[in-house]
């Protein structure tokens, strides 16, 4: 499998560019940065994208998207949750925050094209398949399992402490990576914890529960202030299966 970062960041700064992966040239995960990361032409390509959740780093570039590509492309499908679809409808797409583009060039042909998918039920695009499971964050929220004929890929989404994924996980044999949120240090404790984040001290704790070892844990979703403390804080545990996500980046399974 090959995966394109787009965007990994938790937050917005110069030069960040927050969630969004690249799984193939028109299906994606999230689209946090779909737009600030990518050209025109890519963006032309854009079918399918998969949503974990509406918090708006995950969600921002839907509007521009559609902005950039009315016209050129016929329709995007987008699938999540049904609540998670309600709330892009009740709180971004409302006319109030963005155009529906739901409803825009018309209602019965619209630019966006909402798909409710269900927890724990695989959906399959091209060669891959993606399996969403919930996981524990302040919003309805899923993590993605992706699966090609070469493996697996895990993305946790943004999430706190945790249990089903990681239990799902446990019955797949080939496993090539995980994708983990960590969000804020441990300072912050407090602060992740009410957010339903990840610091290094309870992602240490977590660790116990993928049950791999040597298997490559990518870490994305940094907050931008404190990614410098974030990484020295993640380099003091010594654990080589550990590594940072880096925008622009492809990574090969």
């Keep these: 499998m090959k995966i394109h970062v787009v965007g990994c960041d938790g937050g917005i700064a110069p030069g960040k560019l ?14 946090g940065s779909v737009c600030g990361g990518l050209d025109f032409d890519a963006q032309s390509k854009i079918r399918d994208i998969v949503i974990s959740h509406t918090h708006l780093d995950h ?14 492309i016929d329709r995007v499908n987008l699938y999540a949750l049904p609540e998670v679809n309600r709330h892009l409808k009740e709180h971004f797409f409302n006319n109030a925050i963005w155009p529906d583009f739901t409803r825009i060039p018309s209602r019965h042909h619209p630019f966006y094209v909402l798909h409710d998918i269900e927890p724990e039920t695989k959906y399959t695009f091209g060669n891959i398949t993606v399996l969403p499971v919930r996981v524990n964050h302040v919003v309805p929220s899923t993590g993605f399992v992706l699966e090609d004929k070469e493996g697996s890929i895990v993305i946790s989404g943004d999430t706190g ?6 239990e799902i996980c446990r019955t797949y044999k080939n496993i090539r990576g995980f994708f983990v949120e960590l969000a804020f240090p441990n300072a912050l404790q407090a602060i992740a914890d009410a957010s339903k984040h990840f610091t290094p001290a309870t992602l240490k704790k977590e660790l ?46």
């Design 161 to 166: 402490p945790t249990e089903r994924i990681w």
């Design 208 to 253: 116990i529960k993928f049950e791999r070892e040597n298997t490559p844990i990518s870490l994305y979703h940094l907050k931008p202030k404190y990614a410098g403390q974030i990484r020295e804080e993640i380099a003091a545990q010594e654990n080589s299966a550990f590594r940072f996500l880096n925008n622009g980046e492809v990574i090969h399974y």
């Design 18 to 31: 927050t969630t969004c992966f690249q799984l193939s040239e028109s299906l994606f995960v999230d689209a």
């Design 59 to 72: 969600i921002r570039d839907l509007g521009f998207l559609a902005d950039n590509m009315l016209g050129e």
